[in-house]
């Protein structure tokens, strides 16, 4: 097996602390935060990884004040609308999963640009960045089943037809391989509703650095603690 994870997911945390500590609003900690996206998945492409993961918006994340929402909501707007040529440039393919469903809480015209983007990009052939937005793993594995249950009412399925193989391809990572590696950033050490059903056999990785400060050293101590880990998926 290759020391180098095909698969990379961060939980980018710690952008309203490092703001804080620097006496700025939340905001410019996400402002920085999105800097750093940027650098991480040039990284991400000059070690060879092919699939980046990065948790940008959970569902949870709209119980924050109006004033953080819409501010990280501008700041989607902006940062596809700068990086757009770059993606297309580098070749890289972007794919979304979270509630696109008009019964989301997204701005419509954010639902089009992320649509438009996969689109765009989907036969680009290099790294596959995957932007976790409106994503939470119970309400997608929720909307999954839901799914599923409405092919079984309408006759395109089934009960019996039901396994982990045609669960997988109702979910929002359909053809993207489980995360090899999970790394969050800032210190807290949990999942918070982070790819549950993706995650069964991922090698976790927590460090202190919040994700504004997130250098190529922190990349490489992760991928170093990864390349040393015995992956046995149950088997002795
Ligand atoms: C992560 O940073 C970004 C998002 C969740 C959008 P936080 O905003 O959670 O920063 P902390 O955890 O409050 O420091
Ligand atoms: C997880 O971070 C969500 C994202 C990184 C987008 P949170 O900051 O929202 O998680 P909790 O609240 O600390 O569990
Ligand atoms: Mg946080």
């Not at 402002?31 to 959970?58: E, H, P, R, W």
């Not at 924050?64 to 609308?81: A, N, P």
Request: glycine residues 6%; hydrophobic residues 40%; aromatic residues 12%.
């Amino acid at each position: 097996m290759s020391s180098i994870p095909n698969h990379v997911a961060f939980i980018m945390d710690g952008n309203g602390r490092w703001a804080k500590k620097q006496g700025l609003q939340r905001l410019l900690g996400h402002k920085k935060g999105a800097d750093v996206v940027k650098s991480v998945i040039q990284q991400c492409m000059d070690k060879g990884i092919n699939y980046v993961t990065l948790f940008a918006f959970s569902v949870e994340n709209w119980k924050r004040s109006s004033e953080e929402v819409s501010g990280l909501m501008d700041l989607l707007r902006k940062y596809f609308s700068a990086e757009f040529s770059n993606i297309m440039e580098k070749n890289i393919r972007v794919r979304f999963i979270g509630d696109r469903t008009g019964q989301s809480k997204l701005p419509n015209d954010i639902t089009d640009m992320l649509a438009g983007i996969e689109e765009r990009t989907k036969d680009n052939t290099g790294i596959t960045i995957v932007f976790a937005i409106n994503y939470s793993g119970r309400d997608e594995i929720v909307r999954a089943a839901q799914m599923f249950a409405e092919d079984v009412d309408a006759s395109r399925r089934y009960a019996s037809d039901f396994d982990e193989e045609v669960f997988s391809d109702y979910l929002d990572t359909i053809h993207i391989p489980d995360p090899d590696l999970v790394i969050r950033t800032s210190g807290e050490q949990r999942i918070s509703n982070f790819m549950l059903w993706q995650m069964a056999y991922s090698e976790l990785y927590f460090c202190e650095t919040p994700w504004p400060d997130f250098t190529e050293e922190d990349l490489d101590k992760a991928l170093e603690s990864y390349a040393e880990r015995d992956r046995r998926f149950g088997v002795a």
